[in-house]
């Protein structure tokens, strides 16, 4: 079983007394590569930080159908479930392990009153926030101001930089689902793609050359 301490540097932030509380009362998780975290409409009870692998965050709507919002790597939090109080609010995400992951879980009673407890943890879900923001904005401006050719492009771009490789571990209905499109649509961008050379398209996945 993993221990808190094996990640203190990626905490290293935070105060002495924090991280005591953190070792106390926070448990570790270990996920495998594409379990379900959390599920959209579930009541959030824990706090979410991903100590290693990366967590995969999507909005769902009634019909299964899935939009990707962004990753959550080691040393980051889940922003919903930092802000979340002992009223137990409902998740409007679903988190799932994108790899084999290592979580540290708390009691969303025991977080909240971290916030005024420590300003060192205040830091941490201010941080988390605007970064968050900063991406969700991002996203918006691909979505509402570019083609679907260039929303692909970005899509991958930020996949690969996330898992830290060229090489993605992709299909076509994976990525039509969550950029909200049809297999069709991204099996014809796909080729288009790889007739300019900015991509190679493999039996299993998809290897990034010029984006």
Request: aromatic share 8%.
């Amino acid at each position: 079983m993993n221990k808190i301490e094996n990640y203190r540097h990626l905490l290293r932030d935070l105060e002495e007394g924090l991280l005591k509380e953190l070792t106390e009362k926070g448990r570790i998780l270990e996920a495998k590569a594409g379990q379900v975290l959390l599920q959209t409409g579930q009541n959030i009870r824990n706090t979410m930080i991903v100590l290693d692998g990366l967590v995969k965050l999507y909005r769902e709507n009634e019909e299964g159908n899935e939009f990707f919002m962004y990753h959550l790597n080691a040393g980051e939090g889940c922003a919903l479930s930092l802000i979340c109080d002992r009223t137990i609010k409902a998740s409007a995400v679903t988190a799932k392990a994108d790899t084999d992951a290592v979580l540290l879980v708390v009691p969303v009673e025991v977080t909240e009153n971290w916030m005024r407890q420590y300003r060192t943890w205040y830091h941490f879900v201010v941080g988390t926030y605007r970064k968050r923001y900063e991406e969700l904005l991002e996203t918006i401006d691909h979505i509402a101001f570019q083609n679907m050719d260039e929303r692909l492009e970005f899509y991958l771009r930020r996949h690969s930089k996330a898992l830290g490789t060229k090489v993605l571990d992709l299909t076509n209905t994976q990525i039509a689902q969550e950029l909200n499109s049809s297999r069709e649509v991204v099996s014809r961008l796909m080729k288009k793609l790889s007739e300019q050379g900015k991509v190679r398209l493999l039996k299993q996945g998809i290897e990034l050359l010029k984006i």
